[in-house]
């Protein structure tokens, strides 16, 4: 799944840029175009837009920010935004701050 979400990622940015390059703005080969195309054309229309999603980690906490709990992830709603809504990306942004590298080691 990492593998079709980064494949429809590059894709976005292939179809929007004009021109097939990469970000060091290389020229990218016929087969990555292809294989590209062929993702795309198995994708629905749903997890095109879910893909181009981006949400705050607010979405899928189990606890509210101020609340005396520690952070913590919430299986469910994780599970909801990646399969069921197919979230491209999931901002470690929340209100005005983000949660230090060492929340998450």
Known sequence: MI???TYCLVAA???FSGRPVTAAGQSVSP???RRV???LKQMTLEEKVGQ???VTIE???AVKKDSEGPHALDPAKL???LV???VGSIFNVWDSGAFALDHWQ
Request: net charge negative; charged share 10%; aromatic share 0%.
């Open 3 to 5: 593998a079709k979400i």
């Open 13 to 15: 940015v292939l179809l």
């Open 31 to 33: 087969a990555v175009q």
């Open 37 to 39: 195309g062929q993702l």
């Open 52 to 54: 181009m999603t981006q």
């Open 59 to 61: 979405v899928v906490s």
């Open 79 to 81: 599970e909801d935004a």
């Open 84 to 86: 069921n809504h197919h």
